[in-house]
């Protein structure tokens, strides 16, 4: 059995002691595979790193996460822009939107997310979308986009089984995460309603860590847990989600 990790931040401080040993775990608990999500222009360097020691399991997205979105934005833009012509990356991500933190900056946010959506397309990448309180400022963000071949995942999926049906029908999978094995989270009528085959996994490592490690450090071993929980809710084997979810992760990402 196999698994991809599609979002882990494993080049974060929070592994500085034990990164080596966590993708050792990761491998030997079955995840083959783990996708990074850049967050500025900064972790870009960091990211990269941990690719050189890891070929072949750890890759590289590039983008400008939302609550990065500050005053030099389009600086920041432009230099991502000219590493991705120059570097390998799988996605451009994570970009979106999130009103959770600061709304403030939101006309940033949508002008930063259209600008990197337009890059994606034009580069024929998925997009790794963040959308914290955010569904219908994104949904209308990307209106120009439809019929464009655009294509990617709602990271970390917390909506309704609306806003699901609405994501899938854009031609987008969503992203299964620990939140899944949170009581009261919701997450199981959203799974039950939109299938394995519109489904990718993700532990969004260091945070979000699942039942029974919630409010402790997440890492990609930890991805079992949360196949396991689909599977029980979609009445599939372990087996068979893991084999799914692989496949339109591979598809997805190009790997």
Request: aromatic share 10%; proline share 4%.
């Amino acid at each position: 059995m196999q698994l991809i990790d599609t979002h882990t931040h494993i080049y974060l401080p929070e592994f500085n002691d034990d990164r080596d040993e966590s993708v050792k775990r990761a491998v030997q608990s079955g995840v083959v595979k783990q996708l990074m999500p850049n967050i500025d222009i900064d972790s870009v360097s960091l990211m990269l790193s941990v690719e050189n020691n890891f070929p072949g399991i750890c890759f590289p997205m590039i983008g400008l996460h939302p609550t990065s979105v500050k005053e030099d934005y389009v600086s920041q833009l432009d230099q991502m822009e000219e590493l991705a012509a120059t570097n390998k990356f799988y996605a451009i991500g994570e970009i979106g939107i999130d009103l959770y933190w600061d709304k403030s900056r939101l006309t940033e946010q949508i002008l930063a997310f259209k600008r990197q959506v337009a890059f994606a397309v034009k580069s024929g990448l998925p997009v790794v979308i963040h959308s914290r309180d955010s569904f219908p400022e994104v949904f209308k963000a990307l209106e120009p986009f439809k019929g464009a071949d655009l294509k990617g995942v709602f990271h970390a999926f917390t909506g309704s089984s609306e806003d699901a049906e609405k994501a899938i029908g854009l031609g987008f999978k969503l992203g299964i995460g620990g939140i899944v094995t949170f009581k009261n989270s919701g997450l199981e009528k959203v799974v039950s309603h939109s299938g394995v085959e519109n489904l990718i996994l993700e532990t969004d490592s260091p945070y979000l860590a699942p039942v029974p490690y919630r409010g402790k450090r997440n890492e990609s071993s930890y991805l079992c847990i949360i196949n396991n929980r689909v599977a029980e809710i979609l009445g599939l084997s372990n087996e068979e989600t893991a084999d799914v979810t692989y496949n339109n992760s591979v598809r997805l990402f190009g790997l």
